[in-house]
């Protein structure tokens, strides 16, 4: 069974830290771009950070560019993000997914909602002010 599941998040004052983790498992993770997502109350789900199959590209949304850096272990089936100068505004579900097409690479975070799959359950990232 292809899933992802993501842990990591929890409660945090503004200005803190976090590490996300995604372990995939059902489908061949090394093979595959993976991306983090996140949807606020009341907001469609919006793309944070992507990786490439091997790790080598990255690309991260403006608004957490300096902030987060996303990282895989293949070796592990594990994606990650590291969150750092945390804001109330990041408060979101965060989700990790997979790419539907092997080995592709993306130049922008915008609209690839569509393009990715095998979403997991989500973990709660909530940042007090």
């Known amino acids: 069974q292809r899933q992802v599941v993501e842990s990591g998040g929890g409660l945090v004052q503004e200005g803190g830290s976090l590490k996300l983790s995604c372990t995939a498992s059902?489908?061949?993770?090394?093979?595959?771009?993976m991306a983090w997502f996140r949807q606020a109350p009341g907001k469609e789900r919006e793309g944070v950070s992507w990786?490439?199959?091997?790790?080598?590209?990255?690309i991260s949304a403006d608004s957490v560019k300096g902030r987060f850096t996303i990282s895989r272990d293949n070796a592990k089936n594990t994606m990650y993000l590291q969150m750092t100068s945390l804001k109330p505004e990041d408060t979101a579900m965060y989700y990790c997914?997979?790419?539907?097409?092997?080995?592709?690479?993306?130049?922008?975070?915008?609209?690839?909602?569509?393009?990715?799959?095998?979403w997991g359950q989500g973990t709660e990232v909530t940042v007090s002010s």
């Open positions: 997914a997979a790419d539907k097409k092997y080995r592709r690479f993306f130049t922008s975070i915008t609209d690839m909602r569509a393009d990715f799959g095998y």
């Open positions: 059902g489908f061949s993770f090394g093979d595959r771009g």
């Open positions: 990786i490439s199959w091997r790790g080598g590209r990255t």
